[in-house]
């Protein structure tokens, strides 16, 4: 199965006038790395949060809570480690990668 990375932008509704009168949001100003959705097939994996060395992986699903929290050099390298989990007699307790 595939593995995709899809990154996770901000909906901004600016042009919808708020129900109390309030006034509109300031725009959303984009910071250094937003996280990225990381898929195999249809089904989340989980998302890699960017952090200082690198990102962290939280898990979406049960079959790959043994990556969770764990640090990877790249949201790539998350989705890498999630692809191998999927692999026909694949180790349930991946390997530790070093960042």
């Given amino acids: 199965m595939p593995t995709s990375l899809s990154l996770v932008t901000p909906v901004n509704h600016t042009d919808t006038p708020l129900p109390s009168g309030e006034p509109p949001p300031l725009p959303f100003e984009p910071g250094p790395a937003l996280a990225r959705v ?35 050099r790249s949201p790539e390298q ?18 530790a990668v070093a960042v």
């Fill in 38 to 72: 990381i898929e195999v097939g249809e089904v989340a994996a989980g998302i890699a949060v960017p952090e200082d060395r690198g990102v962290r992986f939280f898990s979406a699903s049960r079959n790959f809570d043994g990556l969770d929290g764990m640090l990877f």
């Fill in 78 to 95: 998350a989705a890498r480690a999630v692809r191998d989990l999927t692999r026909p007699g694949a180790r349930k307790t991946p390997r």
